[in-house]
């Protein structure tokens, strides 16, 4: 029995593990696609970044009254991406919008009838 709980531990945790580059790539496209900058890994100014920031999160910094966001990705195209408050709200945006695509998708894969259970 532990074997077997084991075995399957192992296979949600390769799992897992397959789907990151994958998720990571369409956050980079998504990224793009809203107009981020992308500053490479060979600058100064990723450098610094690699220091001061946590990878594979967002985070913002106001500066003189302007809000930039930065997004540190060491292991996906190693490069750090940057933009402004209207580039932050167009990922939402995208991201808002595949999520409802992902998720008509999933809604129209099984149009079999639901008898229900228990009354519902």
Not at 47 to 66: R, S
Not at 79 to 91: I, V
Not at 93 to 111: F, G, I, P, T, Y
């Amino acid at each position: 029995m532990h074997r077997i709980l084991a075995l399957a531990a192992a296979g949600a945790l390769l799992a897992a593990c397959a789907n990151a580059p994958a998720k990571v790539a369409a956050k980079e496209d998504y990224l793009a696609n809203a107009g981020f900058n992308v500053l490479p890994a060979d600058t100064p100014g990723y450098a610094a970044a690699v220091k001061q920031l946590p990878p594979h999160q967002f985070v913002h910094h106001t500066e003189k009254g302007v809000m930039t966001y930065y997004y540190l990705d060491p292991t996906g195209c190693g490069c750090l991406y940057y933009g402004s408050q209207a580039n932050w709200d167009a990922y939402r945006q995208e991201m808002r919008s595949s999520l409802h695509q992902e998720a008509e998708q999933w809604l129209r894969k099984d149009d079999t009838p639901f008898t229900g259970q228990g009354g519902i």
